[in-house]
């Protein structure tokens, strides 16, 4: 019955979102408050419930999730993702276009939200199809197979983000691990992916104009942008704190009483490694470029409203996670594994997928898995990291009509829905089970 319950919520969540267009903030309270209902949950309970799961959720992410949007803001807005995009492309050549578009990707990616990076690249790649007199497709598949490992993988995005402090994983072994595994990931979803949808839908790949209204134009001279090495540098720069902590958090265990290591394991905080990339890209995105402090702080402010939504409709998700733990959901699964040797990592992979097909938002497809994976982890053992990773992975399968991405992909590259099932919603399939595939090989040497 509890199945049922939240098979029947899912439901009402799809219709009340698809064939309704409620606000999916609005419709996640409803279904959230209708769901604890139907499990039991006593009245006066349910709305602390919401508020507890609303809350937790957005006091872990919403200082990492603010800033990195101001930093990404600051990248694009000073022309440093420009920059980034355009040198690897001129270093790489015509020949390996494919590997430049990946690379540039994968690195404004780490800095900038899905739909921003889109937004961003597209631009770019309409430039280079129209100089080359290449397919568009031949590097958008490239380019959006990075940005959804990143926004899948990566901290700060806010997938890995949330549900690491949800399971209590280490954010810098997660970095760590999600770049290991977006790697190998996105060369497959890339362009090996690529010769095989040019064998599905070859008319797509002959195609050479760009779509009706398209503009391969830009909004900068690449003489005015930062240089290359310090746009790499302020793009990555949380990654780097991050990384380099835990690095030596590995190397040299706990920090104990030296002052050094505590300081190490305080700069790779997210929160604080996010705060010093701000700082950092303040002087390099804004005041050593002679930009007004008025404007640098209009690009952040800029940022906090574009999100203000995306902070809600996160938190929904967690409060419609916190009522399936305190409606006995995850404990009744829990009940069903008792005993058996499934892996947590399959299980939360699994959970995430059918979750991410009927809801669309990998996001909160990630954050609702949580709910359910939670009373698991107490029965089985397993490493944190990879759980986190496996239920970002499951939240890329499958991305359909459900999904704002596919809409945007469809129309930014002017396909058909055939060409757009067989190029985004395949790849975005390959991309979470290459994943899972990498993580359990992870998983199998870490045990060894």
């Not at 997938?159 to 996105?186: F, N, Q, R, S």
């Not at 070859?202 to 240089?227: I, R």
């Amino acid at each position: 019955m509890p199945l049922f319950i939240v098979a029947i919520g899912i439901a009402v969540l799809l219709m009340l979102i698809m064939r309704l267009k409620l606000n999916t903030f609005v419709a996640l309270m409803l279904v959230s408050f209708g769901v604890a209902v139907a499990l039991g949950v006593p009245l006066e309970e349910v709305v602390k419930a919401i508020e507890k799961g609303l809350g937790g959720t957005l006091g872990h992410i919403a200082l990492i999730f603010g800033i990195g949007a101001m930093l990404g803001r600051l990248l694009a807005d000073a022309g440093g993702a420009h920059r980034i995009a355009l040198t690897l492309i001129e270093r790489f050549g015509e020949k390996r276009v494919e590997w430049a578009v990946i690379v540039a990707s994968f690195i404004v990616g780490v800095a900038l939200f899905f739909e921003v990076g889109l937004v961003l690249l597209v631009p770019l790649v309409y430039t280079m199809a129209k100089e080359m007199r290449i397919s568009l497709l031949r590097l958008g598949v490239p380019m959006v197979a990075a940005l959804l490992a990143t926004h899948c993988f990566l901290p700060p995005h806010p997938g890995p983000t949330v549900i690491a402090g949800e399971y209590g994983a280490d954010i810098g072994k997660v970095l760590l691990y999600g770049i290991i595994i977006a790697i190998p990931t996105v060369i497959v979803c890339g362009p090996v992916f690529n010769r095989l949808a040019m064998r599905l839908i070859p008319d797509a790949y002959a195609k050479f104009e760009l779509p009706e209204g398209a503009s391969a134009s830009t909004d900068f001279k690449l003489e005015e942008t930062p240089g290359f090495g310090i746009s790499v540098l302020t793009a990555m720069l949380p990654v780097i704190l991050m990384a380099a902590s835990t690095i030596v958090t590995i190397a040299h265990g706990a920090p104990g009483d030296s002052q050094f290591f505590t300081i190490i394991d305080v700069v790779g905080d997210a929160s604080v490694a996010m705060v010093l990339s701000l700082i950092f890209a303040f002087f390099t995105m804004g005041v050593n470029r002679n930009i007004r402090v008025e404007k640098i702080m209009g690009s952040c402010a800029s940022a906090a409203n574009h999100i203000g939504m995306m902070l809600l409709i996160i938190g929904g998700g967690g409060a419609f996670k916190q009522v399936l733990i305190v409606g006995g959901v995850g404990d009744y699964i829990a009940q069903l594994f008792q005993g058996s040797h499934a892996s947590p990592v399959l299980f939360a992979w699994v959970v995430a997928a059918i979750l991410r097909i009927s809801l669309g938002s990998a996001t909160v497809a990630a954050i609702s898995t949580a709910g359910l994976v939670i009373p698991v982890l107490a029965q089985t053992p397993a490493d944190l990291a990879l759980v986190t990773l496996a239920t970002g992975a499951g939240s890329a399968i499958c991305s359909h009509v459900n999904d704002a991405g596919f809409w945007m992909y469809k129309e930014f590259f002017g396909l058909s829905m055939k060409e757009t099932f067989a190029t985004w919603t395949l790849m975005s399939t390959f991309v979470s089970v290459m994943g899972l595939l990498v993580i359990l090989l992870i998983e199998a040497l870490t045990i060894i």
